[in-house]
């Protein structure tokens, strides 16, 4: 089954504590995003990657790092969380950019930071 | 003036209704555009890319207007399972990474 799989589905942490959230695809391909939704604020777009080792920041990349070293995967990295990183998180993948074609999202990660 | 902005929700409407959403948007090099639908607490999903010539899938109809930068939504005969909210995205700034996202509007059909 073609699909966008992030783990984990839900986590709460504390402050300073290192996280990665993983996002992986099945489809071969090319794009990846990670977006965040907030209540008030919609989705807003953390970084994206055109193509392995193409990373690029969406619009609001602070307190984020990703890294895409294989074509299927795209981790989200927290390297110092804070309460304000509370949100549901969403990665999504195309085939060929994101004016392409359709976005598949995975089913959202839920985080909070206490 | 906000790069995405949609109606503000939410709509209420009685089966069989016609509801339209609109969307505007401030770049006019924007050169792609959708709808997506996003059920609750799930996760966004394509619902129809907006050609420029207008385009229609079943009770659906995507409308672009480049002159007035606005593109819009109209759903005809709702039934109840077209309660969501229905997002408009758009690429801007003519780039393939970057996609920018309105706060969509809620849609709610009641019997």
């Known amino acids: 089954e073609a699909q966008v799989t992030q783990n984990p589905r839900y986590l709460i942490t504390v402050t300073g504590k290192k996280l990665t959230v993983t996002c992986s695809q099945n489809?071969?391909?090319?794009?990846m995003s990670w977006y965040r939704q907030d209540p008030g604020l919609g989705l807003r777009q953390i970084y994206y990657?055109?193509?392995?080792?193409?990373?690029d920041k969406g619009d609001v990349p602070e307190g984020y790092k990703v890294s895409r070293k294989e074509k299927r995967n795209f981790p989200l990295i927290l390297e110092s969380p804070s309460p304000n990183q509370t949100s549901l998180y969403f990665c999504?993948?195309?085939?060929?950019?994101?004016?392409?074609?359709?976005?598949?999202f995975g089913e959202g990660s839920r985080l909070t930071v206490l | 003036r906000k790069e995405v902005e949609q109606d503000p929700g939410p709509f209420n409407v009685p089966e069989g209704a016609t509801v339209a959403f609109n969307c505007t948007y401030s770049?006019?090099?924007?050169?792609?555009f959708f709808w997506y639908r996003q059920d609750c607490r799930k996760e966004p999903k394509l619902l129809m890319s907006?050609?420029?010539s207008g385009n229609e899938d079943g009770r659906f109809t995507a409308q672009l207007n480049r002159a007035s930068q606005y593109i819009s939504l109209l759903i005809r005969d709702s039934k109840l399972s077209d309660s969501a909210t229905y997002l408009c995205?758009?690429?801007?700034?003519?780039?393939?990474?970057?996609?920018?996202f309105g706060k969509g509007t809620k849609l709610s059909v009641k019997p």
């Open positions: 999504a993948s195309s085939f060929q950019g994101a004016n392409t074609g359709e976005l598949f």
């Open positions: 489809m071969n391909h090319e794009y």
């Open positions: 990657s055109m193509n392995v080792e193409v990373t």
């Open positions: 770049n006019s090099a924007s050169q792609s």
């Open positions: 907006v050609y420029s």
């Open positions: 995205v758009v690429n801007m700034r003519g780039s393939q990474g970057n996609l920018i």
